[in-house]
């Protein structure tokens, strides 16, 4: 049963189990922790602040070979006056991610340490408005995406001395790059 801490472990094999679900998106002006309840919630010496159903996470899928997936994180019921902070804000390449865990229903504290479901990083956000509220949708990569990204870079000498200079490892690739090596007799 994957890394769960033993109070996790112990709450999602109880016979009654109260969910939750915590998402924390880190951007310049500050982070953004959000949580699938209502009021607040302190775990970890944080603030979590409730969202009840206006927050909302598409399926995340998990494969059993190594691939990005993305999750798409949704927040409506926004107050059309407060879209403007959305936008101003950057949010490209900004970590997000998203936790699974349970409440103690008599304390309303939150059992163990939640298990991490999905990370990784903003990429699009949609805002569709409707009167006097809106949505703003922001799609999330999985870090994984980084794999399938061209690195610009070139294994010579030159190249070598940008990212550390003296360096001489790779000194000789241009004389040996046209030449023809004859393995054996």
């Given at each position: 049963m994957r890394d769960l801490t033993a109070g996790m472990a112990a709450a999602v094999t109880a016979p009654v189990i109260a969910p939750i679900m915590l998402a924390e998106a880190l951007f310049d002006s500050g982070?953004?922790?959000?949580?699938?309840?209502?009021?607040?919630?302190?775990?970890?010496?944080?603030?979590?602040y409730g969202t009840g159903h206006l927050l909302s996470v598409s399926t995340i899928a998990e494969t059993q070979e190594l691939r990005a997936t993305g999750a798409t994180f949704a927040l409506s019921g926004i107050p059309s006056d407060m879209v403007g902070l959305?936008?101003?804000?950057?949010?490209?390449?900004?970590?997000?991610?998203?936790?699974?865990?349970?409440?103690?229903?008599?304390?309303?504290?939150?059992?163990g340490d939640p298990y991490e479901v999905f990370g990784g990083r903003c990429d699009v956000m949609e805002i569709t408005e409707g009167g006097d509220t809106a949505t703003i949708e922001v799609?999330?990569?999985?870090?994984?995406?980084?794999?399938?990204?061209?690195r610009e870079r070139r294994y010579e000498?030159?190249?070598?001395?940008?990212?550390?200079?003296?360096?001489?490892?790779?000194?000789?690739?241009?004389?040996?790059?046209?030449?023809?090596i004859k393995w054996g007799r």
């Open positions: 982070p953004v922790r959000l949580w699938s309840g209502y009021g607040e919630l302190s775990w970890a010496g944080l603030t979590w959305a936008l101003r804000e950057p949010y490209q390449g900004r970590p997000v991610r998203l936790l699974f865990g349970a409440l103690d229903v008599d304390t309303g504290v939150v059992i799609a999330v990569e999985s870090r994984l995406i980084d794999l399938e990204r061209t000498h030159e190249d070598q001395q940008t990212e550390y200079p003296g360096d001489r490892g790779l000194e000789y690739v241009p004389a040996i790059q046209n030449q023809s």
